[in-house]
């Protein structure tokens, strides 16, 4: 079946526009997870989704940053007055459940983000 | 504070050598340690994964040693081909935490 699919692969925006990135779980995944990848640097927790559950917002760096996850499928990063600092890959993952330790993450090819 | 630490930043290796990666914790409380592997423009694709209750695990040329006393794991890939060249992850993950921590990754170049 169709993997982790995340739109767009690539995206170059002005210093201070907002962005949108967006992921598609693998059907009946309910676990979903973004993740940040600066380069050569490992990855970093941004938020996860679980369900109908409040989504654990902990790793988002600061409020310009929100994510929604609608109908329990598809999920979008938003990110307000992008900074430099913003340039990275945007990885999205999904799982069959999130509670369990051994439920694992099928990760998207990701978002590539530059902030001119 | 960086819960997961791994090591070698970066690792070369001659065409059937094998390739060692480390990952130390600090949370007791994780208990499933994956690793990963990342080719470039792709996202990251689980290799291997360990619970605690076994100090090794083996999957063709891939096994995780899991050192529970030292909070330690490592990765050894045995006949390491030009294939295996990418970056690796370990990760750690608590009980009924949704997200993992990962390390900060390892480049490894397998020359042929």
């Known amino acids: 079946g169709a993997g982790v699919s995340q739109s767009p692969s690539n995206k170059v925006t002005e210093k201070g526009k907002d962005v949108e990135l967006r992921c598609d779980p693998i059907?009946?995944?309910?676990?979903l997870y973004w993740y940040r990848q600066s380069l050569g640097q490992g990855l970093e927790f941004l938020i996860y989704f679980q369900g109908n559950s409040a989504p654990d917002k902990s790793g988002l760096p600061s409020d310009r940053f929100s994510a929604e996850r609608t109908g329990g499928s598809v999920s979008t990063l938003t990110i307000q007055r992008t900074q430099q600092e913003d340039s990275a890959v945007y990885l999205c993952?999904?799982?069959?459940?999130?509670?369990?330790?051994?439920?694992?993450?099928?990760f998207g090819p990701g978002t590539r983000l530059t902030v001119t | 504070q960086q819960q997961v630490k791994q090591s070698p930043q970066s690792l070369i290796v001659q065409k059937g050598g094998i390739s060692i990666i480390n990952c130390a914790y600090e949370n007791t409380a994780f208990d499933y340690f994956p690793w990963y592997q990342q080719f470039p423009g792709k996202g990251p694709a689980l290799l291997i994964a360990?619970?605690?209750?076994?100090s090794e695990k083996k999957e063709g040329r891939f096994t995780i040693s899991f050192n529970k006393s030292a909070k330690q794991f490592s990765l050894h890939i045995m006949d390491s081909q030009p294939g295996d060249s990418a970056t690796y992850f370990c990760a750690a993950k608590a009980p009924n935490a949704g997200k993992s921590t990962f390390g900060d990754g390892t480049t490894l170049t397998v020359k042929p």
């Open positions: 360990i619970r605690p209750d076994v």
């Open positions: 993952a999904s799982s069959l459940a999130g509670g369990g330790s051994a439920n694992e993450q099928y």
């Open positions: 059907s009946g995944h309910t676990a």
